[in-house]
């Protein structure tokens, strides 16, 4: 069974940082592309970035050159570091993979942009 935690969300005043963590387990991790999507209140999920087995990365425009998508294939773990954050960036944020045709999702992580 596919298995995603995610860590690291707080509160943060604008322009500051925080790195996300996805920890995943049940899957051969470094064979599939992996995602953030984050989802405000009162508002749609949303994909914010993607990381393909290959390193290959994407992003929503709203988050090019602020947030960097990584991933551990040794430790299983994909990771979003988010810089110069703003208050339209407060969300729960979502690590998603597809694997044999379903979608999985973990908890999520709340991050709150506030002074």
């Known amino acids: 069974q596919v298995h995603l935690v995610e860590s690291g969300g707080g509160l943060v005043q604008p322009g500051g940082s925080l790195r996300l963590a996805c920890a995943a387990s049940g899957l051969n991790f470094r064979l599939y592309t992996m995602r953030w999507y984050r989802q405000a209140p009162e508002k749609e999920r949303e994909h914010v970035a993607s990381?393909?087995?290959?390193?290959?990365?994407t992003y929503v425009d709203s988050v090019k050159g602020r947030f960097t998508i990584s991933r551990d294939n040794v430790w299983n773990r994909v990771y979003l570091q988010m810089n110069n954050l703003k208050p339209e960036d407060t969300a729960v944020y979502y690590c998603?993979?597809?694997?044999?045709?379903?979608?999985?999702w973990g908890k999520g992580t709340q991050v709150i942009v506030s002074s």
């Open positions: 990381i393909m087995a290959s390193g290959s990365t």
């Open positions: 998603q993979v597809s694997h044999a045709t379903r979608d999985f």
